[in-house]
């Protein structure tokens, strides 16, 4: 039989890490080594941030470089791993009874590419992106990841990205800067809180608003909400670990987490 995949949320920072080597990319590069290989992988990322739910169901997706001011060789960076339109189709299914539209136009966004190319740099896995849907509320996110839960059972893997803590406002291009007490505050909630096991309504992380950091720890919501889709697809059985943490530049929460 084949092995239950885990389920990933990595909180992937600057699209730098592309370029560099650091603990952060390393721990992304000992995940894609040491975990069972997937047939396919679902990409959740922070960067596809839409009205409804979209997947992309084009064979050959295209690498989006949606960022500004950073060197040639990142946007000279291609990640060209091929897509599945019967994956997008079997999560379609997965979803039901939400409505899914069928991309053709979005492609790899470097919330997906950025750390699949650390992890699979061979790009031969097929990678379906799901986007997040602007227009639903946190629990809502937490269900959908429950629903996508048994295509972990027939060799797909999860792999979310996003930041915990992400307040562009109040990074510092200092490497010396020292994390905002709120960003560490936090993300340390969060970290308190991945084992819970209860119903979304009561889930700490699903009413994650609530904390008095919140707020400035995710000044708007869709970095927090790809962690959501992974939390509700881990089974009851499942340990959560975290495989590296750290806040970056003060305000970015560099944390990831595995389900199983």
Known sequence: MQPRMPALFLGHGSPMNVLQENRYTRAWRKAGETLPRPRAIVAISAHWY???TAVTAMEEPRTIHDF????QALFDTRYPAPGSPELAQQIAGALDPVAVRFDREWGFDHGSWGVLIKMYPEAD???VQLSVDATQPP???FEQGKKLAALRDNGV???ASGNVVHNLRKVSWDESTSAWPWALNFNQFVRDN???QGEAATHPLVNFMQHPDAKESNPTPEHFLPLLYVLGARQADEAVTVPIDGIEMGAISMLSVQAG
């Not at 500004?68 to 060197?71: K, M, T, Y």
Request: neutral net charge; hydrophobic residues 45%.
């Open 139 to 141: 629990a809502w996110h």
């Open 125 to 127: 896995i097929p990678v």
């Open 50 to 52: 839409t009205r409804g």
């Open 68 to 71: 500004g001011g950073f060197p």
């Open 194 to 196: 991945l084992d819970y």
């Open 157 to 159: 893997m999860i792999v």
